[in-house]
C-alpha cells in the first residue's frame, strides 16, 4: 500500500524558512522521481518542484525558483522541500507525490498546512 506522510508545516512570518519531509512507502522510493505539490485556498492544487532518482535533475515552479529546494534521502525514503523568504502566496496544504512533475499514484497523504501570515 502506498503511503505518503508529509510534516514540518507551520505558521511562519514573512521572509521565515520551514523545512517540509515526506516519508513514502509501499514503493520503490529510490526508482522513481519525486515531487511537492501545494493547494491554496480555494485552488487546485498545484506542482512546486520535482526531482529525478538518480543524477539528480531538479526543476521548480517559477513562482518559487530561487527561494525552495527539493532534496531526497534514498536511504530513509524521505523527500524534502527546504522553503526559505516565504511569501503570504505560498500558504497552502503542501503533498507529495512520486513522479516527475505528475503524481505517480492516486494515493495522497493528508498534507502539511503552511501558513505565511504576519
Known amino acids: 500500500q502506498v503511503q505518503f506522510v508529509e510534516s514540518g508545516g507551520g505558521l511562519v512570518q514573512p521572509g521565515g524558512s520551514l523545512r517540509l519531509s515526506c516519508v513514502a512507502s509501499?514503493?520503490?522510493?529510490?526508482?522513481?522521481?519525486m515531487s511537492w505539490f501545494r493547494q491554496p485556498p480555494g485552488k487546485e492544487r498545484e506542482l512546486v518542484a520535482t526531482?529525478?532518482?538518480?543524477?539528480?535533475?531538479?526543476e521548480y515552479a517559477d513562482s518559487v525558483r530561487g527561494r525552495f529546494t527539493i532534496s531526497r534521502d534514498n536511504a530513509k525514503n524521505t523527500l524534502y522541500l527546504q522553503m526559505n523568504s516565504l511569501r503570504p502566496e505560498d500558504t497552502a496544504v503542501y503533498y507529495c507525490?512520486?513522479?516527475?512533475?505528475?503524481?505517480?499514484?492516486?494515493?495522497w497523504g493528508q498534507g502539511t498546512q503552511v501558513t505565511v501570515s504576519s
Open positions: 526531482m529525478s532518482s538518480a543524477n539528480p535533475v531538479k
Open positions: 509501499g514503493f520503490g522510493f529510490h526508482v522513481y522521481a
Open positions: 507525490n512520486a513522479g516527475w512533475k505528475r503524481a505517480e499514484f492516486a494515493d
